[in-house]
């Protein structure tokens, strides 16, 4: 793990509330609006969390999920502030482009499958889905928000580098061994 980062990736707050509780060990990313002609692409494979707001409700949620809502990473921050408290390492990349494995994916998040459909439509069909190996902070970084960081895109390069040294992870070895041996068996159905 990088002692130092200064990359953030942007995700729906609910989204991180589940890495963070250890419900959810993959993101499922399609992009943004302002990924460009070529679309998402894995760009970095250590980065810090960068919660969003924008676009999230109960309704993309899967049934009973919807209280990640009101989980602190899922709110507004203090204003002009961004709170980061979780790091991201990928352990492995799948892109999806058959639409039959998407229910594969329903045990893995917590996004329901008419949200997991439209990301998969839009534009050309397919998404990525990383394993992610989530830690954290127990004080979160507390970050200016700049308007540099505002719209449709997935990275973002923060000011300056912060610490990874305190993080701790939030799944212990044995239950990240059961994420990757569940991402494994979409692997093995998607080829």
């Not at 942007?10 to 499922?28: D, F, N, P, R, Y």
């Not at 970095?44 to 993309?60: N, V």
């Not at 580098?161 to 044995?174: C, M």
């Amino acid at each position: 793990m990088q002692s130092q980062n200064r990359i953030a990736f942007k995700e729906w707050g609910a989204v991180c509330a589940a890495l963070e509780q250890g419900t959810q060990s993959v993101i499922v990313r399609k992009g943004g609006i302002h990924e460009g002609e070529a679309g998402f692409r894995v760009e970095h494979d250590e980065f810090w969390m960068f919660p969003t707001r924008f676009h999230q409700g109960a309704e993309q949620l899967q049934p009973g999920k919807s209280s990640l809502l009101n989980h602190p990473l899922a709110q507004e921050p203090a204003s002009g502030k961004l709170n980061l408290a979780l790091y991201s390492v990928v352990e492995a990349v799948l892109e999806l482009k058959d639409p039959s494995q998407l229910t594969f994916l329903q045990k893995l998040q917590v996004l329901n499958e008419e949200t997991i459909q439209q990301r998969f439509e839009y534009k050309n069909p397919g998404l990525f889905v990383l394993l992610v190996r989530i830690f954290r902070l127990e004080h979160p970084f507390e970050v200016d928000q700049e308007s540099r960081y505002a719209g449709c895109h997935s990275w973002v390069e923060l000011s300056q580098d912060f610490d990874t040294v305190n993080l701790k992870p939030v799944l212990n070895p044995e239950q990240f061994l059961e994420a990757q041996q569940a991402f494994q068996e979409i692997v093995a159905r998607s080829q």
